[in-house]
T-cell receptor, first 114, second 113 residues
């Protein structure tokens, strides 16, 4: 079955530690996105990538980094510079950026700070 | 810049009653509009979307929404609520020609027996 997988389901971060969230898709989609979800805040865009080896900052990119070395993978690193990382992180993908195709979402990763 | 306002962070209905979730948007160019549903600790699933053409859009699970340009609205309705409809609903907008979505803050739908 085609879809988006995110791992791990839960992730714990210690003070000063960088952690990486995995996002993989087998839908052959060009565009991939990372969102952060906080209660009552909706979804806010962190980074997005329209093509391999290219990505753009979203609304809340500070303290995060990404890479897009392969079409099917778009990992997100939460760095120690992100002072309030506790949130639910959602990865999404879509076929052709700019054509308003549906974004398909993964099941999410919940990040908690120890 | 585009924005989305969802009126009411929580909406409560009885099973069998009409569901109405409100969404208003602002966009400098013709918008494409979406409704997504999220069950607890899961990702988002598309309910329906408006891009062009007919302004009344039908989606999955009996939901529909009507694009009203004059009112800048895209309200979501369902004639009869089921217990399984209890979830959080998000309205989203993207102006034509853009590639990213702007989401509203969500409305939690509570369904009582």
């Amino acid at each position: 079955d085609g879809g988006i997988t995110q791992s791990p389901k839960y992730l714990f971060r210690k003070e000063g530690q960088n952690v990486t969230l995995s996002c993989e898709q087998n839908l052959n989609h060009d565009a991939m996105y990372w969102y952060r979800q906080d209660p009552g805040q909706g979804l806010r865009l962190i980074y997005y990538s329209q093509i391999v080896n290219d990505f753009q900052k979203g609304d809340i990119a500070e303290g995060y980094s990404v890479s897009r070395e392969k079409k099917e993978s778009f990992p997100l690193t939460v760095t120690s510079a992100q002072k309030n990382p506790t949130a639910f992180y959602l990865c999404a993908s879509s076929t052709t950026p700019g054509d308003q195709e549906t974004q398909y979402f993964g099941p999410g990763t919940r990040l908690l700070v120890l | 810049a585009q924005s989305v306002t969802q009126l009411g962070s929580h909406v409560s209905v009885s099973e069998g009653a009409l569901v109405l979730l409100r969404c208003n948007y602002s966009s400098s160019v013709p918008p494409y509009l979406f409704w997504y549903v999220q069950y607890p600790n899961q990702g988002l699933q598309l309910l329906l979307k408006y891009t062009t053409g007919a302004t009344l859009v039908k989606g999955i699970n009996g939901f529909e929404a009507e694009f009203k340009k004059s009112e800048t609205s895209f309200h979501l309705t369902k004639p009869s609520a089921h217990m399984s409809d209890a979830a959080e609903y998000f309205c989203a907008v993207t102006p034509k020609g853009y590639s990213t979505l702007t989401f509203g803050k969500g409305t939690m739908l509570l369904v009582s027996p």
